[in-house]
């Protein structure tokens, strides 16, 4: 339905499709077909990552693009002993859940990216940082959103692996001591994107409903009737 000459939202407005690819976007692990990523796309894909908003304007990331099959074998071998040792630690029915689950598509996917954090970029006089140290590192996680949005839109699938050792990263791809290595993301074409989140179709855990993390006026405070 229409109100004068603006579009209602569930018909053809902007903001509309930025729910829907909201919404749609999944940590993609099994689904990847390994097909090449369009260099235009991808380039698109790192500007929207690029754009992201930063403390300070400092533009704290960089992208290290991953496509030999050496690497990734090397890096997916240490994430498979990572994930054994998270493994070890678990104890009955958390750990036959755990069992099913997939925590990686690294050579699956098209490529890997290695986000990382400069925290010298744009020191030592980095507006807005002074008070909130790791502000520069939220910075590179609007990045990492940005990136995963645009690729949803583009019909990619974005996997972020999380069970790895900084060091062993910054190691594997010469990434500077002082740089530090924030996620891996695999990325590229889909065979499709899961209805329902890995995690939550596995039994691993559900999402909160929004109403319980709300809170009104103070932390803990509900809404006053």
Not at 155 to 176: C, D, H, K, T
Request: glycine residues 8%.
């Amino acid at each position: 339905m229409k109100t004068g000459n603006r579009p209602s939202l569930t018909e053809s407005a902007p903001a509309a499709d930025l729910y829907e690819v909201i919404n749609r976007r999944r940590d993609v692990r099994r689904e990847f077909t390994g097909a090449e990523v369009p260099e235009t796309v991808l380039r698109r894909v790192l500007t929207a990552a690029h754009t992201a908003p930063s403390v300070g304007l400092s533009q704290p990331w960089d992208f290290v693009l991953v496509r030999d099959q050496n690497t990734r074998r090397e890096f997916r071998e240490h994430v498979l002993a990572e994930r054994s040792v998270f493994a070890a630690q678990l104890e009955g029915e958390r750990a036959g859940t755990f069992s099913k689950i997939k925590v990686e598509g690294i050579v699956e996917s098209s490529l890997g990216i290695a986000v990382t954090y400069d925290p010298n970029r744009g020191a030592p006089e980095v507006l807005g940082r002074h008070a909130i140290a790791d502000a520069g590192l939220y910075s590179v996680c609007l990045a990492i959103q940005n990136l995963w949005l645009a690729a949803t839109a583009e019909g990619l699938g974005v996997g972020w692996v999380s069970f790895y050792r900084e060091e062993f990263l910054n190691r594997l791809l010469g990434i500077p001591g002082d740089v530090r290595p924030v996620a891996w993301l695999c990325l590229g074409p889909v065979r499709e994107l899961a209805d329902t989140p890995d995690l939550e179709k596995h039994g691993w855990r559900k999402r909160m409903p929004l109403d319980e993390v709300l809170h009104y006026e103070a932390y803990g405070r509900g809404r006053t009737r």
